[in-house]
């Protein structure tokens, strides 16, 4: 069974642009939740989705956002971008959404946002 | 705020000395997973504990959940270069939020 891919790998912007991600759950999983890693504040939540629904944020500025399809699949969308948030941006995928089946997630590779 | 600390942040030992990694909150969870992250790769899971007092083990590693379930604890034995990675733990409260992750341990085995 093939594990979660996020598109691109590596992506390079600068100041003010707008950049969107992919993220393909694993088959079946109906679950999405996106997280920013950087070395400072370590792996923080952004948001996540169930059935294209958003259920759960956390503690980001409104110029994040996201969503989901009705494939599972899900994007995230970032405006305006700032230097900090140059992060490494992860996609993890669940069977079901946070609070059940204690919430094992299966983490993508990542997609690598450098803002300049 | 960081809910879950973990100590330390940064560990570099000799191929077959044994380890221990801590994981600890004031907040008590319903559940408390284990990951570990190579470079350029995302996270993958090791393990979860749902019992307070809870022992795990996968081959050399032993995990433990406090008995409040508040804390946990990794312990590798005979570590290898293989284990070489970021040590992450993440909790979900009890509550059903999203997970939260502390901020990991960097560990390096050296041959």
């Known amino acids: 069974k093939a594990g979660v891919t996020q598109t691109p790998r590596y992506l390079i912007k600068t100041r003010g642009q707008q950049v969107t991600l992919s993220c393909s759950p694993i088959?079946?999983?109906?679950?999405v939740s996106w997280y920013q890693q950087t070395p400072g504040q370590g792996l923080q939540f952004l948001f996540e989705?169930?059935?294209?629904?958003?259920?759960n944020k956390g503690n980001f500025p409104g110029r994040f956002s996201g969503r989901q399809f009705s494939n599972s699949r899900s994007e995230m969308n970032v405006s305006t971008l700032e230097l900090g948030d140059s992060a490494l941006y992860l996609c993890?995928?669940?069977?079901?959404?946070?609070?059940?089946?204690?919430?094992?997630?299966?983490f993508g590779p990542g997609t690598r946002l450098t803002v300049l | 705020t960081q809910l879950l600390e973990q100590s330390p942040q940064f560990l570099s030992i000799q191929e077959g000395e044994n380890l221990t990694v801590y994981c600890n909150s004031s907040?008590?969870?319903?559940?408390l997973q284990w990951y570990r992250q190579e470079p350029g790769e995302g996270p993958v899971l090791l393990v979860t504990?749902?019992?307070?007092?809870e022992v795990k083990k996968l081959k050399r590693l032993t995990f433990q959940f406090g008995d409040a379930r508040k804390d946990s604890s990794l312990h590798i034995t005979a570590a290898q270069p293989g284990d070489t990675g970021l040590y992450l733990c993440?909790?979900?409260?009890?509550?059903?939020?999203?997970?939260?992750f502390g901020k990991g341990t960097s560990l390096l085995v050296t041959p």
């Open positions: 993440a909790g979900a409260l009890d509550s059903g939020y999203a997970l939260n």
């Open positions: 088959s079946g999983h109906r679950s």
């Open positions: 907040s008590v969870f319903s559940s």
């Open positions: 504990v749902v019992t307070g007092g």
């Open positions: 993890a995928s669940s069977l079901e959404p946070s609070g059940k089946n204690y919430n094992e997630q299966f």
């Open positions: 989705y169930f059935s294209e629904t958003q259920r």
